[in-house]
């Protein structure tokens, strides 16, 4: 059974920082990509950032290009989120995210930037 556990989440100032964890297990992590997604109230989910399975490969939406860094570490099973210069605009619940034959999520940790 495919388990992603994020971790890291909290509240934080305008223009601090914050670094997600997900651990994954069950599957074997350094084969697959693995995405960064996020939730904010009454919106849809959207897709934050991406890195490929050897962590040569990174993408990002435009509204946090810049500011997140995206990072795994295969020997750990774990894929991180470095954010920066937070904003309130990235207030989310976020979650992590591979696919496997199908989509498979964590339960999400919730952020949240206000001053």
């Known amino acids: 059974q495919v388990q992603l556990v994020e971790s890291g989440g909290g509240l934080v100032q305008p223009g601090g920082t914050l670094k997600l964890s997900c651990a994954a297990s069950?599957?074997?992590?350094?084969?697959?990509?693995m995405n960064w997604h996020r939730q904010a109230p009454g919106k849809e989910r959207e897709l934050v950032a991406s890195?490929?399975?050897?962590?040569?490969?990174?993408s990002y939406a435009d509204s946090v290009k810049g500011r997140f860094i995206i990072s795994r570490d295969n020997a750990k099973n774990t894929v991180y989120l470095q954010m920066n210069s937070l904003k309130p605009e990235d207030t989310a619940v976020y979650y992590c995210?591979?696919?496997?034959?199908?989509?498979?999520w964590g339960k999400g940790t919730l952020v949240t930037v206000s001053s």
């Open positions: 995210n591979t696919f496997r034959g199908r989509n498979y």
């Open positions: 069950a599957f074997t992590f350094s084969m697959y990509a």
């Open positions: 890195i490929s399975a050897a962590g040569d490969g990174t």
